[in-house]
T-cell receptor
Framework: EAGVVQSPRYKIIEKKQPVAFWCNPISGHNTLYWYRQNLGQGPELLIRYENEEAVDDSQLPKDRFSAERLKGVDSTLKIQPAELGDSAVYLC?????????????FGEGSRLTVL | AQSVTQLDSQVPVFEEAPVELRCNYSSSVSVYLFWYVQYPNQGLQLLLKYLSGSTLVKGINGFEAEFNKSQTSFHLRKPSVHISDTAEYFCAVRGTGGGNKLTFGTGTQLKVEL
């Protein structure tokens, strides 16, 4: 079974440029998460989707960040314009929401460097 | 809301020695507890989880953890580490109610030396 797939793995951009990350969750997982992991820190939730609905986006900086999951499967996270402080690893995860275990399966992440 | 504290940012240990990585949590509701491992340039992989029942939980790669409700702890242990265990380890907590997010600690870097 394929795991969570993310692309690109690495992205280097100059500040004020836009950037987008893509995530394809595990087949059948209706819950999708975007986390941001700063260097030396644990992941922090940006947004959580149940199917195509964003049910928790309280930590998403909405002035520059946006996300979508139009068909309830894959998702895109966008930053526009990027700032130096956005340099981090952006992790996508998925889970089967009807399971009470709460186990998340993570992709390998997209490492963003903003110059 | 829940929070997780991992007191040790780095733990050096010699190969074949035992190791304990500490994790304490705070929550006003019942929780599920997890340990994830992250190898360099990779995503997080689940090591083990506590949902209910026995407080001693065994996971992959010979790791185990013990849930202590009175001390609100979930320390990770391995009796004999290997070089390949060198990685970042994250403790995480989630409320048992639906919709509660998974909250991570800041991580502990385990460095196994020869």
């Amino acid at each position: 079974e394929a795991g969570v797939v993310q692309s690109p793995r690495y992205k280097i951009i100059e500040k004020k440029q836009p950037v987008a990350f893509w995530c394809n969750p595990i087949s059948g997982h209706n819950t999708l998460y975007w986390y941001r992991q700063n260097l030396g820190q644990g992941p922090e939730l940006l947004i959580r989707y149940e199917n195509e609905e964003a049910v928790d986006d309280s930590q998403l900086p909405k002035d520059r960040f946006s996300a979508e999951r139009l068909k309830g499967v894959d998702s895109t996270l966008k930053i526009q314009p990027a700032e130096l402080g956005d340099s981090a690893v952006y992790l996508c995860a998925s889970s089967f929401s009807l399971q009470a275990t709460g186990e998340l399966f993570f992709g390998e992440g997209s490492r963003l460097t903003v110059l | 809301a829940q929070s997780v504290t991992q007191l040790d940012s780095q733990v050096p240990v010699f190969e074949e020695a035992p190791v304990e990585l500490r994790c304490n949590y705070s929550s006003s509701v019942s929780v599920y507890l997890f340990w994830y491992v992250q190898y360099p340039n990779q995503g997080l992989q689940l090591l083990l989880k506590y949902l209910s029942g026995s407080t001693l939980v065994k996971g992959i790669n010979g790791f185990e953890a013990e849930f202590n409700k009175s001390q609100t702890s979930f320390h990770l242990r391995k009796p004999s580490v290997h070089i390949s265990d060198t990685a970042e380890y994250f403790c995480a907590v989630r409320g048992t109610g639906g919709g509660n997010k998974l909250t991570f600690g800041t991580g502990t870097q385990l460095k196994v030396e020869l």
